[in-house]
């Protein structure tokens, strides 16, 4: 058995690994799956939400297992596992980086931007001080779960919550960790695509990649399959 600790990215929460919880449940593992701070149900104003505080929500997850938990994070999530993990050195199993942006020591998330598709860019509907930014339906639809069927796009589309700015403009600093690490990359992903998640998993530390045929949210479109690799990982880790 293996205990999991799922940290969630942009726009999203909690929620969005409730296809994935109970996958691992039946394969015997335990998993947690925390809102950020200003996402899901947790009502934080997203404007004043920051990079630490993530990482703070996230090792209060991590210290409150009572072993160490294999950390997964999706997307932005990666850039917060990753930072956490090196804080908790020794309280980490594995680290695994789904689709997940990776800032080199100093830069950014907002470094990335650039290698984003720009037709992706332009769903991105920003608040008028520019400090939140809110996700349009067809950049769920096309983007973010391409290949769910409606009644998942239209579920998922009520529960996002804006987006702060300021974590993706904090430089960051991830410390090593004993944790093995691994990425999951997602084959068809519009969001951030295979072309950047291959350059930044080869710039850090990765003991083995896995590859899923699948969009940017592979815990949305395609469960089982990330459930498997999940499962291989606990079996490795």
């Known amino acids: 058995m293996a205990r999991f600790v799922l940290i969630h990215g942009s726009w999203l929460g909690a929620w969005c690994w409730r296809e994935i919880l109970p996958r691992l449940a039946a394969r015997g593992h335990e998993a947690v799956a925390p809102d950020l701070p200003g996402h899901g149900d947790d009502r934080t104003p997203p404007e ?31 850039a917060i596992i990753r930072q956490a993990a090196g804080l908790a050195p020794d309280r980490i199993r594995a680290v695994v980086s789904i689709a997940a942006l990776l800032p080199a020591p100093g830069a950014t998330m907002l470094s990335f931007v650039e290698g984003f ?7 991105i509907l920003w608040a008028p001080d520019g400090r939140t ?49 691994y990425y999951i990359e997602c084959l068809q992903d519009r969001i951030v695509p295979i072309g950047l998640q291959r350059t930044m998993h080869a710039d850090v530390p990765i003991d083995r990649v896995y590859s899923l045929a699948s969009g940017h949210a592979p815990h949305l479109s395609i469960p089982d399959q990330l459930a498997f690799v999940l499962q291989e990982i606990a079996a490795r880790s």
Do not use: W
């Not at 779960?145 to 796009?153: E, K, L, Q, S, T």
């Open 48 to 78: 004043s939400v920051t990079f630490q505080d993530y990482v703070d929500r996230t090792l209060a997850a991590v210290h409150a297992s009572p072993d160490a938990p294999i950390l997964v994070g999706h997307s932005m999530g990666g």
């Open 133 to 181: 930014a809110r996700l349009s339906l067809e950049g769920v639809s096309q983007f973010l779960c391409p290949g769910c069927p409606a009644p998942v796009i239209e579920s998922v589309f009520p529960l996002l919550t804006p987006e702060p700015v300021a974590p993706y403009e904090t430089p960051i600093f991830s410390k090593d960790s004993n944790a093995v690490n």
């Open 117 to 123: 598709d720009p037709d992706y860019l332009a769903q």
